[in-house]
């Protein structure tokens, strides 16, 4: 019985870990190669902005993609 109820416990606490957070304002700061997940205007209906962060002197990539809804979860931003 414990470790059925160790078990349930536990994938409840890993559970939300697999979810990509989409936050509402792109982050000022991103780490080279960390990826955000951003609700933009001026992607269409449906997708999010997936900004990556680049090293210093280069732009950030920005693309519109698509996420199924089991993969995000919406979140805010923190300024």
Known sequence: MRT???GLILSALT???F???VLKS???VLAPY???YVQAASCPLGKV???TGAIRGLHRKK???MLSANQ???ATAIP
């Open 4 to 6: 059925v109820l160790s």
């Open 49 to 51: 902005l997936k900004v």
């Open 15 to 17: 559970v939300p870990c």
């Open 19 to 21: 979810a990509q957070n």
């Open 26 to 28: 792109e982050p000022l």
């Open 63 to 65: 693309i519109c993609v």
């Open 72 to 74: 995000a979860s919406l």
């Open 34 to 36: 960390e990826i955000a």
